[in-house]
């Protein structure tokens, strides 16, 4: 978790401090890079997205309001430039090997999640679940990334993408249940070894 970010730094962003500046984005590089290399499953994408979320925070940080937790509202900026980046981007991608809030493995929390976690193991699965994560809707593979990247809440999840906890809801339900309809169908392929 980022350590609490102090009032007098902020205030000097606002002032257009670019010493204060280059302190926040380092106190925030590791959240902001882990975030964006679990929405997009490559580096040099996320990379692209830390700079891109670096610039919007130094062209609106006048906006912030000091008095409230500036990690919702750095979020918040980092998740709309990830939901933005990935309409205009071709691919679309979440590693399963992005490492959660918690230090574990997406794949393993899905798996964990759904009571698949033999199915996990299997290199042909991890395959398999990153083609069906390539297929989610930007929103749905955001709100997977929120919620077990960053173990939020689906009130946090709300606030951080701007939609009601129950589009939310439904939007995580729907992941779930496209997840469980393609494990389905590739037990199906690889025979009854494979349970769910």
Not at 67 to 80: E, S, T
Not at 97 to 118: M, P, Q, Y
Not at 155 to 168: C, E, R
């Amino acid at each position: 978790m980022v350590e609490m970010v102090d009032k007098d730094l902020l205030m000097a962003c606002k002032e257009r401090d670019k010493q204060a500046f280059t302190e926040l984005c380092k106190t925030y590089e590791r959240y902001l890079f882990t975030l964006c290399m679990g929405y997009t499953g490559n580096s040099h994408d996320a990379l692209d997205l830390v700079q891109e979320i670096y610039i919007k925070i130094f062209r609106f940080i006048d906006k912030y309001d000091v008095k409230k937790p500036f990690h919702p509202w750095i979020r918040k900026v980092a998740v709309n430039t990830c939901l933005n980046f990935k309409r205009a981007s071709s691919t679309n991608l979440i590693s399963l090997n992005a490492v959660t809030s918690n230090d574990l493995v997406l794949g393993d929390v899905l798996a964990s999640n759904e009571d698949l976690e033999e199915e996990f193991e299997r290199i042909e699965l991890k395959e398999a679940m990153k083609e069906l994560l390539e297929k989610l809707p930007s929103r749905q593979r955001m709100v997977i990334a929120l919620r077990y990247f960053e173990d939020l809440s689906y009130k946090d999840i709300s606030l951080a993408m701007n939609q009601p906890i129950g589009t939310v809801k439904t939007d995580l339900y729907r992941a779930r249940a496209t997840l469980k309809q393609y494990l389905s169908k590739k037990q199906e392929v690889y025979g009854d070894g494979m349970q769910i």
